[in-house]
């Protein structure tokens, strides 16, 4: 592995606390103290192995699909499962499922601003920078629950950073998107791709999404 490869994760965890710092310094950004949340997303996936003729999970399994999301927000800090379904033209391919923790800022743009109920005087569309930390699992196939490791092709830990918007309809539902890179490094799993002398992979990955989601908070 390179010394690049081995400083990512350190530099994902430093620019989150960076984050963290400013958001609460910043009186600009509009974050409610507790967010309950969960949405359904639509977009595409890729990546690449850092390390020649190694087989990754995001240059075998890349391309367009859906998923869903449920997480739990408290003023700057974000807690949320993912679930990614790869589609191709046979239908469901593989899956991506993770875990994630890190720092999400809600800034406010615009003039546009709610009238009324508990958020009234808070703007609607708000932008929001994003570093996120967390351990993935991904699939080479369709999920059939329960999903165990004899399923599983990578596993491991992945970062993001990135920015997304959104626009809120009302108090509870807003949509929107987000553009996000980060690295990975994964081990095999029982449905390995690796070759037999490997035992991981590591990389970078690019993901975009539109987002409908559903808030619950205050």
Do not use: C
């Not at 239908?91 to 009238?115: C, H, M, S, Y």
Request: neutral net charge; aromatic residues 12%.
């Amino acid at each position: 592995m390179t010394k690049r490869a081995r400083l990512a994760p350190a530099t994902v965890l430093l620019a989150a606390a960076v984050s963290a710092a400013v958001a609460l310094w910043t009186p600009a950004a509009e974050a409610r103290l507790i967010d309950l949340h969960a949405g359904l997303t639509g977009g595409g996936i890729t990546g690449w192995g850092s390390t020649s003729g190694t087989p990754d999970f995001f240059d075998r399994r890349k391309g367009g699909g859906l998923g869903a999301e449920l997480g739990v927000k408290l003023l700057v800090f974000d807690l949320s499962a993912t679930f990614f379904q790869y589609l191709d033209g046979g239908g469901r391919a593989g899956t991506l499922e993770q875990l994630l923790f890190g720092v999400n800022i809600d800034v406010p743009v615009g003039n546009d601003k709610f009238q009324e109920g508990v958020e009234r005087g808070k703007s609607r569309n708000i932008i929001r920078p994003l570093a996120n930390i967390g351990i993935a699992t991904g699939t080479p196939e369709p999920v059939q629950l329960p999903l165990d490791n004899a399923q599983i092709s990578s596993k491991g830990i992945v970062s993001y950073w990135g920015v997304g918007y959104e626009h809120f309809l009302n108090e509870f539902m807003g949509f929107g998107g987000e553009l996000e890179g980060g690295y990975h490094y994964f081990i095999d799993g029982g449905r390995s791709m690796l070759a037999a002398n490997q035992t991981h992979s590591s990389g970078y990955q690019l993901a975009g999404f539109a987002k409908f989601t559903f808030h619950l908070g205050y």
